[in-house]
């Protein structure tokens, strides 16, 4: 099956500093990643996504970037925010016989220092 | 984007008894919801897959006679924890997907079995 590593594990960057978080995937039939973003107590919430077509997306201060001949993707958060503060998924996508699984990288913690 | 409640977000109960969570799409008809635990610090992992009308597909070592998934309608998703015992003490999240790729999360139930 899909395997999702992600790291690093635990992040603290600078209020207004970048933060990267890198995953890789080993399922070449994987075709959707999406980033998700959770918050203490919460369920996870859809930050971004990239499609297996496309090699970079942004969207404001958030940016991911896929290489497939590689099988990896990243998360680009720029300027960031004491609010960016959570953890942060990453996950593979595809669809074996007809419905949707999806692998969930091993999260980071993200703590942006105001 | 679309909204997934979940209830009770919170649940207590003795060991022996059963749990059932409520996982809901609120604005849009679920073909396919998803049923995820997740343990302190740790990722989200896959336990069964529902699509309406049909029998939840489990993930390898996840006991379908403890946990009981019923997808009764396009807008409704149940788990049960039948027996509960401490050792079933986690986050229990759900998704739901219409027809595109995207999964909407729910918030989370959090069980403690006593």
């Known amino acids: 099956g899909e395997n999702v590593e992600q790291h690093p594990s635990t992040l603290s960057v600078q209020e207004g500093d970048s933060a990267v978080i890198k995953c890789t995937y080993s399922?070449?039939?994987?075709?959707?990643f999406p980033w998700y973003k959770q918050e203490l107590g919460k369920g996870p919430q859809l930050i971004i996504d990239i499609r297996s077509n496309v090699g970079e997306k942004k969207d404001q201060r958030i940016a991911v970037t896929l290489n497939k001949t590689a099988k990896h993707f990243s998360l680009h958060i720029t300027e960031t925010q004491p609010e960016d503060s959570a953890v942060y998924f990453c996950a593979a996508s595809t669809s074996p016989g007809g419905y949707q699984k999806v692998t969930f990288g091993t999260g980071t913690k993200l703590q942006v220092i105001p | 984007g679309a909204v997934v409640s979940q209830h009770p977000s919170r649940v207590i109960c003795k060991s022996g008894t059963s749990v059932k969570i409520e996982c809901r799409s609120l604005?849009?008809?679920?073909?396919?919801m998803f049923w995820y635990r997740q343990f302190p610090k740790k990722s989200l992992m896959l336990m069964a897959t529902s699509n309406e009308g049909s029998k939840a597909t489990y993930e390898q070592g996840v006991e379908k006679d403890k946990f009981l998934i019923n997808h009764a309608s396009l807008t409704l998703s149940t788990l049960t924890v039948t027996s509960a015992h401490p050792e079933d003490s986690s986050f229990y999240i759900c998704s739901a997907r219409d027809l595109g790729s995207e999964q909407f999360f729910g918030p989370g139930t959090r069980l403690t079995v006593l």
């Open positions: 604005d849009f008809q679920a073909t396919t």
């Open positions: 399922d070449s039939a994987s075709n959707y």
